[in-house]
């Protein structure tokens, strides 16, 4: 099955610098790379995702990029702020027939100094 | 509109007993899914639900866990006989398949601790 490392584990950066996270997959069937955020005490939400048909999406501060050669993907966010703050995972999984789920990495907790 | 609820929202047992999880996902939303997050740690996929299909329960860790959804709505994912090792946050997520979004909507999770 799928299995998803994510570097690194924890991160802290100056308020203003960018920030990068980066996620290996194992599987090559899969075509879908969400990126969630968890703030503390709350729930995740998602905040970009990309398919297997892009190399690169941005939103704003944030963008992600996807090797699929390398089976490699990437969030970064830029002009970082404190309210960046938070646990972000990243995921992978094949979004074909009756799969769907989620197979996410372990996280890494983002520290923004203001 | 109402996101996705979950209940109880905290919930203290002793080992070896069962207890039930309840999620409502949201309306018209076709897939369900549990997953569990322990301190500080990722999380992790357990049963996933997609209309009439047979669910995944590829990531259910023991045969105490099980996990049914009635009607196509409400799920309830129950642990029998629990363990220590069990105390975690329960989550439940629900998303609309076959749309071009494929976003996972997560409830506030169940805090389950086994004493």
């Known amino acids: 099955g799928e299995n998803v490392e994510q570097h690194p584990s924890t991160l802290s950066v100056q308020e203003g610098d960018s920030a990068v996270i980066k996620c290996t997959y194992s599987d090559s069937a899969s075509n879908y790379f969400p990126w969630y955020k968890q703030e503390l005490g709350k729930r995740p939400q998602l905040i970009i995702d990309i398919r297997s048909n892009v190399g690169e999406k941005k939103d704003q501060r944030i963008a992600v990029t996807l090797n699929k050669t390398a089976k490699h993907f990437s969030l970064h966010i830029t002009e970082t702020q404190p309210e960046d703050s938070a646990v972000y995972f990243c995921a992978a999984s094949y979004d074909g027939g009756s799969q769907g789920n989620l197979i996410f990495g372990k996280g890494t907790k983002l520290s923004v100094k203001p | 509109g109402a996101g996705v609820s979950q209940s109880p929202s905290n919930k203290v047992t002793e080992k070896g007993k069962d207890v039930e999880l309840r999620c409502d996902p949201i309306?018209?939303?076709?897939?369900l899914y549990w997953y569990r997050q322990s301190l500080g740690q990722g999380l992790e996929f357990l049963i996933y639900f997609q209309g009439n299909s047979a669910p995944d329960k590829s990531g259910l860790p023991s045969d105490r866990f099980s996990a049914e959804r009635t009607g196509g709505s409400v799920s309830t994912l129950t642990i029998q006989r629990t363990q220590q090792e069990d105390s975690a946050v329960y989550l439940c997520?629900?998303?609309?398949?076959?749309?071009?979004?494929?976003?996972?909507?997560f409830g506030p999770g169940t805090r389950l601790t086994v004493t």
């Open positions: 997520a629900s998303s609309v398949r076959g749309r071009q979004s494929y976003e996972q909507y």
């Open positions: 309306s018209g939303h076709t897939a």
